[in-house]
Structure formats: C-alpha cells, structure tokens
C-alpha cells in the first residue's frame, strides 16, 4: 500500500479539485468551439489514477478512495456537484471494471485506454445528467478534455518504461579500462 500512497493522495485531490472548479465556474470554453465543466481535466486524471492503484493495490482500495472521495467533496462544493460526483465515479468504477482488468494481462497501453474512454463516457453521461448540464452539448468538449488527460499520461507512462529499459552507461558514453 506504500507504493500506493502518493497516486492515492493524488486521486483524491483530483476529485476534490474536479467538483471544486465546477461548483466555482460551473462550464468553460476547452478549445475548438467545445464547452466542458470546470473540473473535466482533473476528471481526466481521476482515471489514470485510478488504473494505477487498481495495479498496485487491487479495486477495494479504489472503491474506498471513490467513497472517501463522495464524502470529501461535500465540503468543498455544491451537494449536487458532490452527489452527481459520487453517482459518476461508481458507475464508471464500474465500467472500468469490466473492462481494465481483463484486457490487463493484454499490456497497460490498450487496457488504459481503452477502459479510459469508456469510463469517461459513462461518467461524463452521468455526471452531467444528474447535476443538470447539458449532456448532449457538453459530451463533445468533455470528452476532448478528459481523453487529451488520458493520452498525455498513457504516453508518459509509455515513455517512462521505455527510458527504464535502456541500459545505464558510464560519464562520456565509453568503457573505462
């Protein structure tokens, strides 16, 4: 659970900070004509996350991180942010579920991604629906924003096993005698 700590932390503060900026601006422009609640980027990152600790710890411990994090997020937005939230996360826990685990064993690239846009539409249908937004107008731009999240960590996660994988050389790039 060590390991598990820092993305933990990191998931709980991306919740609190995706239903704290769409209580304070509600939706905002996120390029390209699209519109997008305040929070979609931090939402975004909730699902890397949330990949990662299932990895590292198994689905209790993000299932408990969900409820901690329902529970945080009354004090620091609306309660129909932080219900609407709460709904969300579950359903799309749920989603990811069915989908994260089983094409695991397959490599990290084409489960989190492919777990990722689910996951993001589930929980973007949801959200947006029961706190009130307009679903259909807003689908577009969430998605943008939460997959754009998804895309630069996958292939930073890409990159950084890919580096680890190259062998160490010495100062100066030669053997020394």
């Not at 299932?54 to 004090?75: C, K, P």
């Not at 579920?97 to 084409?110: C, D, E, K, M």
């Not at 777990?115 to 937004?133: E, K, P, R, Y």
Request: glycine share 10%; with cysteine; aromatic share 10%.
């Amino acid at each position: 659970m060590k390991r598990a700590t820092v993305p933990a932390v990191a998931f709980l503060a991306c919740i609190l900070a995706a239903n704290y900026a769409t209580t304070r601006w509600g939706m905002v422009p996120v390029g390209f004509g699209l519109m997008a609640t305040a929070g979609t980027y931090f939402a975004g990152a909730t699902f890397v996350l949330r990949d990662l600790i299932q990895d590292l710890t198994g689905r209790r411990v993000v299932l408990v991180l969900i409820m901690w994090g329902a529970a945080l997020s009354f004090a620091v937005s609306a309660p129909f942010i932080a219900i609407a939230s709460a709904v969300a996360f579950g359903l799309s826990e749920l989603a990811d579920l069915a989908i994260y685990q089983p094409l695991r064993r397959r490599g990290y690239v084409r489960a989190a991604v492919a777990s990722n846009v689910v996951g993001s539409f589930v929980d973007t249908v949801a959200f947006l629906a029961i706190a009130g937004f307009p679903v259909w107008a807003s689908l577009p731009g969430q998605m943008a924003g939460k997959l754009t999240v998804t895309l630069a960590v996958v292939v930073g996660v890409v990159i950084v096993r890919a580096l680890s994988r190259q062998p160490v050389r010495a100062a100066g790039g030669g053997s020394h005698a």
